[in-house]
């Protein structure tokens, strides 16, 4: 592995800045999130490495807005015009968590299912290098490892170098192709050497998910249900915040005779969300739409890929302004 001391952490993000854009997580008018690193020098924003953000690098991958195709309309004909590329260089993005690197996992199921790839997620993809950074402080409502998130060793679909916190320094093992490539372009920073994967701390939170989607699949009309819908206010927070929500909404932006066809992040929170031609909602209440969230999560998403559409980052439990808590749920849900 290629050791480096943090105190070369500018230098390092210079030298992945000179054939890479680099993506960091940073503090930007008071909300973390994941920033091009021109933008935090710009800006002069801070750097931030020890806690989660609270936007998930999601939008690097799935933009809140993103064109699918231009379109214009003249004479009654119609022609469907490609958009270039936004990404006209390999990006990098480091350091990722382990908790959203198996959030990037879960949109790969999605997103690159062998029925339909989406191109524009697999450029994005294609074009990304992720550093996983194995996570020593997680905070009080982190509960990845009960989710399946191996917090020693990034999920390897999606990591391209492993990165260990040593202390005083990073040590960098590539996973990739891709990756081999980013380490060779830091590797003058520091020195080779054979490190120990270090210990990680206990997380607070622990749940257990072993049979729950088999259980959940028999509890469509529970009473549990009753409880969690009262509290929530349908504001969409859990799911914009949410490094594996994926649902969006598809519509156009006209100007005279020529359009762009968008498809912008949307929620199942939403009470318009599932509103039908017609006026039929299948999902009419909060009730409906709570259990909907719930179960995709935790039973549906597991049916059809053997892995839960949450990752534990606790970013739900940290913001939703009424604590409507997946983690309170899964427990009521195992005592029934
Ligand atoms: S669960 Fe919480 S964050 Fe999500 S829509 Fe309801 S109130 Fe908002
Ligand atoms: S449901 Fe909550 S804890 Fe789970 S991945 Fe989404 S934001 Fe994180």
Known sequence: MIVIDKNKLTDLLDALNQSYQVIVPA????????????????????????????????????????????FWAKNKKLEIVDLPSDLEKMRIVFPVRHCDVQGIACLDKVFLDERHVDGQYLEKR??????????????????????????????????????????SEYAFEALSDKGQQAVEAIKALGSEKTVAVPEVKEQKIKVNIEGLPEKLSGMFYD????????KCIGCGTCAFICPTCYCFDINNKIR?????????????????????????????????????????????????????????????????????????????????
């Open 27 to 70: 503090k930007s008018a008071d909300l973390t999130q994941f920033m091009p690193y021109d933008a935090v020098k710009e800006k002069n924003a801070e750097i931030i490495l020890n806690e989660n953000t609270v936007l998930s690098p999601k939008w690097l991958f799935l933009p809140q807005s993103e064109g699918m195709y231009a």
């Open 126 to 167: 294609e074009k990304t290098v992720v550093m996983a950074l194995m996570c020593n402080n997680p905070k009080d409502s982190c509960f990845c490892a009960s989710m399946g998130v191996d917090r020693a060793h990034a999920n390897n679909t999606v990591a391209d170098v492993q990165v260990y916190d040593l202390g």
């Open 223 to 230: 009473s549990i249900w009753d409880s969690f819908m009262f």
């Open 256 to 336: 005279g005779e020529e359009g762009v066809k968008l498809r912008t992040w949307d929620s199942c929170m939403f009470d318009e969300y599932m509103l039908m031609a017609g006026g039929h909602n299948p999902r009419p209440g909060k009730k409906e739409r709570v259990r909907n969230r719930f179960l995709h999560k935790l039973e549906y998403f597991y049916e059809n890929y053997q892995m839960m559409l949450c990752t534990g980052c606790g970013r739900c439990l940290r913001k939703c302004p009424m604590n409507v808590d997946i983690v309170k749920f899964i427990n009521q849900a195992n005592a029934k």
